[in-house]
T-cell receptor
Framework: EAQVTQNPRYLITVTGKKLTVTCSQNMNHEYMSWYRQDPGLGLRQIYYSMNVEVTDKGDVPEGYKVSRKEKRNFPLILESPSPNQTSLYFC??????????????FGDGTRLSIL | KQEVTQIPAALSVPEGENLVLNCSFTDSAIYNLQWFRQDPGKGLTSLLLIQSSQREQTSGRLNASLDKSSGRSTLYIAASQPGDSATYLCAVRPIQGAQKLVFGQGTRLTINP
C-alpha cells in the first residue's frame, strides 16, 4: 500500500531536549515536505526537498533542521525544542519532482507537545 | 502572495442533503487545486485534484469544480452521510513558489443523522 509514514504519532517532551520526527514514503517520490498545522494559522510549510541532498526552506523554517540522505526518508529535527513548536506536524510527498502536477500524499501527522 | 479562503468555517446539515463547500484563491496562476479531508486527530486524505486546465473532477458522491479566472472552486457532496463529517481543506499549488501548497483554513462539516 502506498503511504507516507511518520513516527512518533504523539510526543510530549521538554524544552531543549533534541528530538527527531521520522518520515518515510514507499512511492519512490522525489519531492518531500514538512508542514505544521496550528489553530487559526492553518498549514504552513517548514522545509521541502526536491531530491536526495537537495533541501530548501519553506515559510517557517526557524528552529528546525532536515536532511535527505535517502530518497525514501526525510526526518525533521528539532535541535532545541521550545514551547512555540508545539503543533501538529505533517510530512508529504509527491512524484515526480519539479513542476509535477501529481497530488501530494500526506502522513497521519505527529502531535508534538513541548513543555 | 497567494491566499486561500474557505467559507463557511463550519456547516451543520441533516443527513441526505446535497451540499456545497466553497474555496476562493487570490492568484489565478496555479498548477492545480487539491481538496482534502481531515478527521479529528488524523492526517489529510486527498479527495480530488483538479489541474489548472480542467473544469471539474468527480469521485463517487464528490464533485469538485474549478473556475481559475474567478479564483473559485467548489466541492459538491451528494446525499450526505454522517460518515462525511470531517474538516474539508482546499489547497492550491501556485506557479510562483511552486514547491508548496497554500491551504485554506478549512470548513468543519457535521452531518446530523
Amino acid at each position: 500500500e502506498a503511504q507516507v509514514t511518520q513516527n512518533p504519532r504523539y510526543l510530549i517532551t521538554v524544552t531543549g531536549k533534541k528530538l527527531t520526527v521520522t518520515c518515510s514514503q514507499n512511492m519512490n517520490h522525489e519531492y518531500m515536505s514538512w508542514y505544521r498545522q496550528d489553530p487559526g494559522l492553518g498549514l504552513r510549510q517548514i522545509y521541502y526537498s526536491m531530491n536526495v541532498e537537495v533541501t530548501d526552506k519553506g515559510d517557517v523554517p526557524e528552529g528546525y533542521k532536515v536532511s535527505r540522505k535517502e530518497k525514501r526518508n526525510f526526518p525533521l529535527i528539532l535541535e532545541s525544542p521550545s514551547p512555540n513548536q508545539t503543533s501538529l506536524y505533517f510530512c508529504a510527498s509527491r512524484s515526480p519532482g519539479g513542476n509535477s502536477n501529481q497530488p501530494q500524499h500526506f502522513g497521519d501527522g505527529t502531535r508534538l507537545s513541548i513543555l | 502572495k497567494q491566499e486561500v479562503t474557505q467559507i463557511p468555517a463550519a456547516l451543520s446539515v441533516p443527513e441526505g442533503e446535497n451540499l456545497v463547500l466553497n474555496c476562493s484563491f487570490t492568484d489565478s496562476a496555479i498548477y492545480n487545486l487539491q481538496w482534502f479531508r481531515q478527521d479529528p486527530g488524523k492526517g489529510l486524505t486527498s479527495l480530488l485534484l483538479i489541474q489548472s486546465s480542467q473544469r471539474e473532477q468527480t469521485s463517487g458522491r464528490l464533485n469538485a469544480s474549478l473556475d481559475k479566472s474567478s479564483g473559485r472552486s467548489t466541492l459538491y457532496i451528494a446525499a450526505s452521510q454522517p460518515g462525511d463529517s470531517a474538516t474539508y481543506l482546499c489547497a492550491v499549488r501556485p506557479i510562483q513558489g511552486a514547491q508548496k501548497l497554500v491551504f485554506g483554513q478549512g470548513t468543519r462539516l457535521t452531518i446530523n443523522p
